[in-house]
């Protein structure tokens, strides 16, 4: 069983939702993602996504589009990021990590061979915004070999025989974008994403969690109502920027949001 499954089982034998922070790998400072990743998971962070930085990352908003700006300015590839991984698994094992970006730099090393490397390098999974179920065999063929999940990413406007082609192939888990924007964009329905969320699971051989909006303890437990979890990126990475001890921050921010998941409140959005 793969780590991210095992987490998932974990989870669900334990009636607890998936909290899932994303930070960008090499911001606020190379020095500090590998240790941030140990303090969020310390507050309770189930599995963690660490994002890529790109040039062009169409589908986020202005904070983490300026998070992959200074990461790549301290020269944050690809290479450095599958190197935290691997200083991560050094002290943690069995937390899933899944890498959140876009299909220009894997496809520039190649599918199979960015597999071995992200496989060895101690990734469960891989989140490729751009890459359309349509063009992703080659990926989930060498992803498969490698024990890699290539998580999918729906969107409200997803078409219904997109949403089955994806069904098909859902691996880890699948990411629901809770409304159609940018991230950190403040647009949640919390109504009409868990509709959309609870007609999901019905049908979804793996968990759904939600995605986009999600910035504090209300909404992360407002969410998780119809959700098996939660995704927190932009207000996590715009608290790390600003934090003089981002190691400390990334805890601090973190758990308000395990306690409301833990606890099952229905919070109300402010």
């Known amino acids: 069983m793969s780590r991210i499954d095992a987490k998932f089982a974990a989870l669900k034998t334990n009636g607890r939702k998936a909290l899932v922070p994303f930070v960008t790998a090499g911001d606020p400072s190379l020095e500090a993602t590998v240790p941030v990743l140990h303090a969020l998971v310390a507050a309770g962070a ?7 930085p790109f040039s062009d990352p169409m589908a986020d908003g202005p904070v983490i589009q300026r998070s992959s700006e200074r990461a790549l300015s301290r020269g944050a590839g690809l290479a450095y990021v599958l190197g935290c991984v691997r200083a991560f698994r050094d002290r943690d094992a069995t937390t899933p990590v899944v890498l959140m970006g876009y ?13 071995q490397d992200a496989a060895q390098a101690g990734v469960d999974g891989v989140l490729l915004v751009d890459l359309p179920p349509e063009e992703a065999g080659d990926f989930e063929t060498a992803f498969d070999a490698h024990g890699l999940a290539l998580i999918r990413l729906l969107a409200p406007t997803t078409p219904a025989e ?19 924007g940018v991230t950190g964009a403040d647009a949640l329905d919390p ?9 999901l699971r019905e049908r979804s051989p793996v ?15 407002c969410m998780a109502e119809q959700a098996d979890g939660v995704v927190v990126g932009s207000a ?4 790390l920027a600003v934090a003089a001890d981002p190691v400390r921050a990334a805890g601090e921010f973190l758990a308000p949001l395990r306690a409301a998941l833990g606890a099952g409140a229905a919070g109300s959005l402010r």
């Open 46 to 52: 189930d599995l963690l996504e660490l994002g890529v």
């Open 103 to 115: 299909l220009n730099p894997v496809e520039i090393r190649g599918a199979e061979t960015f597999a």
């Open 162 to 180: 997109r949403v089955d082609r994806m069904l098909e192939g859902a691996r880890g888990y699948l990411y629901y974008v809770s409304f159609a």
């Open 191 to 199: 109504a009409a994403a868990g509709a959309r969320i609870a007609a």
């Open 207 to 221: 968990p759904v969690l939600a995605g986009f909006g999600i910035k504090d303890a209300a909404s992360a437990a």
């Open 236 to 239: 996590l990475v715009a608290a």
